[in-house]
């Protein structure tokens, strides 16, 4: 049967903090199954889905390396928070039978393969959830320019940035009761107006490459299913003509 949805390839990015359901720190397993659950309903409609996971939940590099740990080494200690991620996420699909694979961009061959694009690839192909840990393997690089990347590398037709609010707001939702969301807007816009849904590395890494981002709330249920069906939810950033 052909497949309803609007995308062949997508590429998941959620943050480490979306795996702490109401808890402060690290990793709630309520929270994963759920998220495990949201993943298995966009896989049955037949897409390719490819996820890049944060660590903020249990480290956060540039904070740790304001308060005087060296950025490098901070940032190394965040990308280790991200394989932690990736191999509760993967224990989480595995247990609703997902086929699932976690490549690594540090080598760390007894937990995870490397990150090796052509075979990223074929796993998609093969119908295998492929979850990149140790974002870009660089230091100085976000989670979400590492998104950026693998998803130009593995050819995904939009990022899927799953959020704590709805979408992208003029401003910040819970402080100005006047915020008002996007429906969609321009990469340039998301740079000028400074809105912080991704960092300017990744948005005009996206940009340059004309990768869309659907910008959404990631604990409202259902919602990455009816966004593969093409149904309005979030804000969707792309190039605009004006
Ligand atoms: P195909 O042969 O293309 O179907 O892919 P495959 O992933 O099933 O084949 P492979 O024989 O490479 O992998 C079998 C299992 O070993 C999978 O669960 C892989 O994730 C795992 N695996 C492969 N390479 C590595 C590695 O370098 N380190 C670790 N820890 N596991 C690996």
């Not at 740990?69 to 699909?93: C, F, H, K, P, W």
């Not at 393997?137 to 590398?153: K, S, V």
């Not at 995904?156 to 915020?179: E, H, M, N, Q």
């Amino acid at each position: 049967m052909k497949s309803k949805a609007h995308y062949k390839r997508v590429l998941l990015k959620l943050s480490g903090e979306a795996l702490m359901g109401d808890k402060t720190y690290g990793i709630s397993p309520d929270t994963v199954a759920f998220m495990a659950s949201e993943i298995k309903k966009a896989e049955e409609l037949d897409v390719e889905i490819a996820i890049v996971i944060g660590g903020g939940n249990i480290f956060r590099g540039v904070q740790a390396s304001v308060k005087g740990i060296e950025r490098a080494s901070a940032d190394y200690m965040g990308m280790l928070a991200t394989v932690i991620n990736a191999l509760a996420l993967q224990n989480a699909l595995e247990k609703l039978d997902l086929q699932t694979r976690v490549q690594s961009a540090i080598e760390m061959k007894e937990l995870a393969e490397s990150y090796i694009r052509r075979k990223a690839i074929r796993h998609l192909e093969k119908g295998r959830v492929v979850i990149f840990a140790a974002g870009t393997g660089n230091p100085y690089f976000t989670t979400d320019t590492a998104a950026a990347l693998r998803a130009m590398e593995i050819g995904a037709d939009i990022i899927l940035k799953g959020t704590k609010v709805d979408g992208i707001y003029t401003s910040d939702p819970v402080k100005d009761k006047d915020a008002r969301m996007f429906e969609e807007i321009s990469y340039l816009e998301v740079i000028k107006k400074q809105l912080r849904v991704m960092d300017t590395t990744a948005i005009t890494l996206c940009m340059e490459n004309n990768l869309p981002i659907v910008v959404f709330n990631i604990a409202t249920a259902d919602n990455i299913r009816n966004i593969l069906l093409g149904k309005k939810i979030g804000t969707l950033v792309r190039n605009t003509l004006n």
